[in-house]
């Protein structure tokens, strides 16, 4: 069984999209492979403005890191604003600044039109200060979020601990914006409104090759092609095959662990206002409750290596020194993921051929940021215009050292973890 198998979205996911693999030739105007957030969002966008579109998924909606998250549906980027404006220029940073904060919106208007059964929950996150240099990045981040305008607020120490249910933190910063979702039940519900736009969900269905002449894509699979004038790749950590194509990024990996659901005398101590929350750690820990009221609670850590064990005793002892009434809860559901970092922490868009398009890299914030990716990306290529696309497209996109960088991240994890558990 692998540790996807373990997952707690899988075990109560309330979606379900219909599909099976193509078999036979399809023509359609867009081809999209990846059936994430990005590409169910693609599919869904072009299917609705009448085009007719094949989504080609290798295993099933939701294998990738759509299924596997946290399920905190944030604004914006990790990247604070005056570090996207750095990195994109004033106008382009601006943009998609305005994009993503309106991404949560985005995100739960979807929910709400589509009735999409995925437990939405829209009373804003906590980002917990662990640290005196947490509490003050966190400042920071306040002064710079104001300045767009949004809505953020710094939390007390004390109104942080009445919040949470838990006395570790400094403050937190609390953004009224976003809110938490079932990813993978999101993913299926995207994958189900397009199918029921009329899009053509193919699943089990690896893209094995593609090729572009005389104007039109063919994409080769087990059992059939797709030709198609337009194709979208969003394929982002967990991309398989079409060498030529795979995008560059540093996999990071990330698991969880959720508690069975708790007794309503600790539910009533532990985030009675149901925020997503997450600390300033560099090595951070998530933590939040679903909707029948586990405590799931995450970290930096790959469950399939050596650090399985560190990891699994350090999530056991944070447990209890956030929440020591949790202390003897067993953990039921482990599961981890794998992230497409980037060296900048912003999304890329590459230009792999004529009228197709490349879209990954959201380091770990792409519940909103794939929705809006997705949607902006079918958009221009239906409507040719590349001014759409919410950063602009580059020719080709390299990252170095990725196997020495995610080496250096999982090492990281591991001694920080191990460390921690023992003293
Ligand atoms: C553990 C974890 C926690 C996270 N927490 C959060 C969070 O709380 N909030 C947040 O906003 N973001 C979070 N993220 C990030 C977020 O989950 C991802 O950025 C997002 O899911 C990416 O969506 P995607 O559609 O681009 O890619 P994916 O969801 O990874 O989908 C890519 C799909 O492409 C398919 N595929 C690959 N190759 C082929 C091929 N050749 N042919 C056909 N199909 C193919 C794969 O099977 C996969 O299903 C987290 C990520 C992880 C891993």
Known sequence: MSDHDKSLWLKTCQEHVES???IGDLTVDLAVIGGGYTGCSAALTAAQAGASVCLLEAQEIGHGGSGRNVGLANAGLWLPPDDIRQHLGGEAGDRLIDLLAAAPGDVFDLIEKHEINCEPVRNGTLHCAHS????????????????TGAPVDLVSAHQTARRTGSAAFLGALFDPRAGTIQPLSYVQGLARAAAEAGARIATQNPVQSM?????????ITDQGTVRAKSVIQATNAYHQGLQKTAPAYVPVYYFQFATAPL??????SILPGG????????????????????????AMGDLSQAGRAAHTAWIRRKLAELFPQLADQPLIE???????????????????????????????RGIGPGTVFGRLAAESLLQDDPSLLPVPAVPQYHEVWTGLRRAYFETGAVLTHFVKARF
């Open 132 to 147: 005196t240099k947490g509490l003050r990045d966190l400042q920071a981040r306040h002064a710079q979020l104001s300045a």
């Open 211 to 219: 090729q572009h002449n005389d104007d039109v894509w063919t994409l």
């Open 334 to 364: 482990g599961w981890h993921g794998r992230i497409a970092m980037t060296s900048d922490h912003i999304p890329k868009i590459t230009q792999i051929g004529p009228n197709a398009l490349s879209v990954h890299g959201y380091s770990g």
């Open 20 to 22: 099976s693999p193509l």
């Open 263 to 268: 007794s309503d005398n600790l539910r009533a």
């Open 275 to 298: 925020e997503g929350c997450w600390d300033t750690g560099l090595i951070m820990t998530s933590f939040r409750m679903d909707a029948e009221g586990r405590m799931i609670i995450g």
